[in-house]
């Protein structure tokens, strides 16, 4: 008897892109670069911009609690780092 295998099915679309993208040209390290680190964060300032570029060009509008919604079924850790987690990306840390 053959087993099935565990698959993960993602709804990426052009996300995949535009995250590519964004790390081509460094968007994350220079944001943070000229921010700095808080003090027990989790999210770093340069990921929660490119989070934020990502949910707008989802072409979504939902009121800043529902951010993290968005991520939802899609692959976070594939898209903006691993670790990162749609409960990380909250109205707090946006």
Do not use: C, W
Request: hydrophobic fraction near 45%.
């Amino acid at each position: 008897m053959e087993t099935t295998p565990n698959l993960q099915v993602y709804d990426l679309g052009h996300l995949g892109l535009v995250a590519s993208i964004l790390d081509q040209i460094g968007l994350v390290q220079t944001v943070d670069r000229f921010v700095g680190p808080r003090p027990g964060e989790k999210v770093s300032t340069g990921m929660a911009l490119k989070a934020a570029i990502l949910n707008a060009l989802g072409f979504v509008t939902s009121p800043l609690y529902l951010f993290g919604h968005f991520f939802q079924g899609k692959p976070t850790e594939l898209l903006l780092g691993p670790g990162i987690t749609p409960e990380l990306l909250n109205d707090d840390r946006m």
